[in-house]
């Protein structure tokens, strides 16, 4: 079966330190993959989705990059955070080859707190 | 145009009662709509999901209702529990985005069930 693994759970980082959170999906092949944030209280923002080794779009205009070096590894990356970095980060993955409508799934996220 | 609204923000039912969260689109090449539940601190989960061309799909307590011609669909939960005290929100998928999967989702409602 498939499975996706998110960490840090939780992180503190101070106002202008760098970022790298991963995730990393097991059990299947050349999936899609997408990063979002979601605010206290709030919905789901799509930061990032690949659809292949190398291949990142973006969604939104921000502080942070994406980056997919290996098929099954997904890397979210920021050199200077900011305050509004601050959220609940969600790494998804969506099975590419067996059908229209594949749903996404999700880790367990992180929690990161800037100070 | 690639917005879902969803309602309410929040909702309180008693238990055994049922629970009720409509969601609302604009674009008609929307193809797939799944929801999904959310609890505290966890990444959302894949709850149930329906096509255009079904009017109703049903999992145990949880029916999916779908009005195409009113671009309406929503998510009942019969005998609601405790246990089902979450956020849930709906999202949508365009037609021809099967490469990318990308989700439209709503704002998220949270669901209070009082013992």
């Known amino acids: 079966s498939q499975t996706i693994h998110q960490w840090p759970a939780t992180l503190v980082q101070p106002v202008g330190s760098p970022l790298s959170l991963e995730c990393t999906v097991e059990?299947?092949?050349?999936?899609?993959l997408y990063w979002y944030r979601q605010a206290a209280g709030r919905g789901l923002q799509l930061l990032f989705y690949s659809v292949g080794i190398g291949q990142i779009s973006s969604e939104v205009p921000q502080n942070l990059s994406a980056s997919r070096p290996q098929d099954r590894q997904f890397i979210l990356s920021s050199k200077k955070l900011l305050l509004s970095d601050s959220g609940f980060y969600l790494c998804?993955?969506?099975?590419?080859?067996?059908?229209?409508?594949?749903?996404?799934?999700f880790g367990d996220g992180t929690r990161l707190s800037i100070l | 145009q690639q917005q879902v609204k969803q309602s309410p923000q929040s909702l309180i039912v008693q238990k055994g009662g049922i629970s009720i969260i409509n969601c609302a689109y604009e674009n008609t090449a929307f193809d797939y709509f799944p929801w999904y539940q959310q609890f505290p601190g966890k990444g959302p989960a894949l709850l149930i999901a329906?096509?255009?061309?079904?009017s109703e799909k049903k999992e145990g307590r949880f029916t999916i209702s779908f009005n195409k011609s009113a671009k309406q669909f929503s998510l009942h939960i019969m005998d609601s529990q405790p246990g089902d005290s979450a956020t849930y929100f709906c999202?949508?998928?365009?037609?021809?985005?099967?490469?990318?999967?990308?989700?439209?989702f709503g704002q998220g409602t949270t669901l209070q069930v009082k013992p």
């Open positions: 329906i096509r255009p061309d079904v």
């Open positions: 059990g299947t092949s050349n999936p899609n």
């Open positions: 998804a993955w969506r099975d590419s080859g067996t059908g229209d409508n594949q749903p996404q799934h």
């Open positions: 999202a949508a998928k365009l037609h021809g985005s099967s490469n990318t999967g990308k989700l439209i």
